[in-house]
């Protein structure tokens, strides 16, 4: 069985018409997950809710107090603008609370089986830093399963891969001074927010950017894959890997210029695979909605052929 954590909570988050960060997104993973051959192997979880374990101290580890009453104060007045493309609706902060729980719960759910599982949430997080979302993201949900991953028995090192297309800034910002925590990003540069260097290496060599030029496609990603993210992660001996699993590097995707297939997720799961199966995927970025199920199902299909 593959758990997927999912509510259908996370569809009041409401960006409002014409917002590519839709809740048409999980709709469409959904429906995928439910009409392939192999769904009854799919188990679907809800997340905790907010009354069995309140988030708010997992966030306060990585966002400012100042911000985290922020958004919920923006959110309680009848929502607003965090930037340009940065939405809180009147459901947003509790619906952002509860991806949090989501990932927290994926986080223990791995632990658990020792088998990959999939968090399928919104509003994303990699963007999102201490002090403020930007980029659609509100928490940072990848930073924050990080460190619990680290209070939890037996983790004593966390790795973070982030193949969505846009580099991961707000996770980068966040880990990249922690020994403990190491962070891998693919994504297409020049490109939205601008960061992502590869001289960008982190205070203990322990981030890795892989700039890839508009175009590229899995010829690139793979000689990446093979030359760079493996041995990188090999090198770092982590416990855990956290998936930011954004699919907007699509050659469908209507944001951004890489070249990938859905099929080609399912190569950089297996490559993953290899390294550990202490492997937690969570939902960010992906904006063609057939693409982004596609490539969804082609995650977890590999995972399950294991
Ligand atoms: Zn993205």
């Given at each position: 069985m593959f758990p997927i954590i999912y509510s259908?909570?996370?569809?009041?988050?409401d960006t409002g018409h014409?917002?590519?960060?839709?809740?048409q997104r999980l709709e469409a993973i959904v429906n995928a997950l439910k009409t392939v051959?192999?769904?009854?192997r799919l188990q679907w979880q809800k997340p905790t809710n907010l009354a069995q374990r309140n988030p708010i101290p997992y966030i306060k580890n990585i966002h400012m107090d100042n911000y985290i009453k922020g958004v919920q104060r923006l959110a309680e007045k009848g929502g607003g603008f965090i930037d340009g493309d940065t939405i809180v609706s009147p459901e947003s902060y509790n619906v952002a609370l509860l991806a949090v729980n989501a990932w927290l719960d994926g986080v223990d759910t791995v632990l658990t089986t020792q088998q990959p599982a999939f968090v399928l949430s919104r509003?994303?997080?990699?963007?999102?830093v201490q002090k403020t979302g930007m980029g659609f993201c509100l928490f940072s949900n990848a930073a924050i399963a990080a460190h619990y991953a680290l209070q939890c028995?037996?983790?004593q090192r966390v790795a973070i891969v982030d193949w969505d297309v846009h580099h991961g800034n707000g996770t980068q910002a966040i880990v990249e001074?922690?020994?403990n925590i190491a962070y891998c990003s693919l994504h297409q540069?020049?490109?939205?927010?601008g960061t992502g260097t590869a001289?960008?290496?982190?205070?203990?060599?322990n981030v890795l950017n892989i700039p890839m030029e508009p175009g590229s496609d899995l010829n690139h990603y793979q000689v990446a894959f093979e030359q760079q993210v493996i041995p990188f992660l090999e090198r770092f001996h982590g416990d855990f890997l956290i998936v930011s699993a954004g699919?907007?590097?699509?050659?469908?995707?209507?944001?951004a210029s890489i070249n990938l297939q859905p099929r080609d997720y399912g190569i950089f799961t297996q490559q993953l695979l290899t390294v550990t199966s202490r492997i937690l995927f969570g939902l960010e970025g992906g904006y063609d909605l057939s693409a982004l199920a596609e490539s969804v199902v082609a995650t977890i299909e590999v995972c399950l052929s294991q």
């Open positions: 259908d909570a996370f569809l009041d988050h014409f917002h590519p960060e839709s809740p051959s192999w769904s009854d509003p994303p997080g990699h963007h999102a028995d037996g983790i001074d922690n020994p540069f020049p490109a939205y927010p001289t960008e290496t982190g205070k203990y060599d699919y907007d590097a699509n050659q469908a995707d209507p944001l």
